[in-house]
T-cell receptor
Framework: GENVEQHPSTLSVQEGDSAVIKCTYS??????FPWYKQELGKRPQLIID?????GEKKDQRIAVTLNKTAKHFSLHITETQPEDSAVYFC?????????????FGKGTHLIIQP | EAGVTQFPSHSVIEKGQTVTLRCDPI?????LYWYRRVMGKEIKFLLH????????ESGMPNNRFLAERTGGTYSTLKVQPAELEDSGVYFC?????????FGPGTRLTVL
């Protein structure tokens, strides 16, 4: 089955700096890669996703890049703000044969230092 | 539009007891998923419903877990009998297309 590795487990950056979280996946058939943000006590919130036919996607201060050859994808947050502090999860999914369950990484605790 | 809701938010039970978790998906979402996060580990897929049918239950840990979605609306996940290792946060998610939207989770503690 699919296996997703996520690094780092904790990331501390100064407010205004950029943050990068990296994930690798094992199944080359995976074709959908979402990122979720979970603030303390709240639900995981989908913040951005990318499909395997696209190399990069941006949404304001957030971007995701995908390297299919290397089987890794990354979340980039620019101009970080205090409200970006949260746990971020990457995930991968093979959308075929009806199996739509996501395989998650272990999460990255992002801390924005004022 | 209301999001995915789950009940209860917390449940504390003793080993050997039964607990039933409920999930109400976003209205119109045919796909409903159950996930679980055990302390310190990743969120793991349990199963996937399409309407009332189980599409994929490959993540269900054992036969102490029973999920139902009668009528294709809300879903229940019953754990019977509960064991200590069942403690964790149980998430439900729903989707119409590709994007899955998560509920707030039920924190289950088995003592």
């Amino acid at each position: 089955g699919e296996n997703v590795e996520q690094h780092p487990s904790t990331l501390s950056v100064q407010e205004g700096d950029s943050a990068v979280i990296k994930c690798t996946y094992s199944d080359s058939a995976s074709n959908y890669f979402p990122w979720y943000k979970q603030e303390l006590g709240k639900r995981p919130q989908l913040i951005i996703d990318i499909r395997s036919n696209v190399g990069e996607k941006k949404d304001q201060r957030i971007a995701v890049t995908l390297n299919k050859t290397a089987k890794h994808f990354s979340l980039h947050i620019t101009e970080t703000q205090p409200e970006d502090s949260a746990v971020y999860f990457c995930a991968a999914r093979y959308s075929g044969g009806g199996a739509d369950g996501l395989t998650f990484g272990k999460g990255t605790h992002l801390i924005i230092q004022p | 539009e209301a999001g995915v809701t789950q009940f209860p938010s917390h449940s504390v039970i003793e080993k050997g007891q039964t607990v039933t978790l409920r999930c109400d998906p976003i209205s119109g979402h045919d796909n409903l998923y159950w996930y679980r996060r055990v302390m310190g580990k990743e969120i793991k897929f349990l199963l996937h419903f399409v309407k009332e049918s189980k599409q994929d239950e490959s993540g269900m840990p054992n036969n102490r877990f029973l999920a139902e979605r009668t009528g294709g609306t809300y879903s229940t996940l019953k754990v019977q009998p509960a064991e200590l290792e069942d403690s964790g946060v149980y998430f439900c998610a729903s989707s119409y297309g590709t994007s899955q939207f998560f509920g707030p989770g039920t924190r289950l503690t088995v003592l």
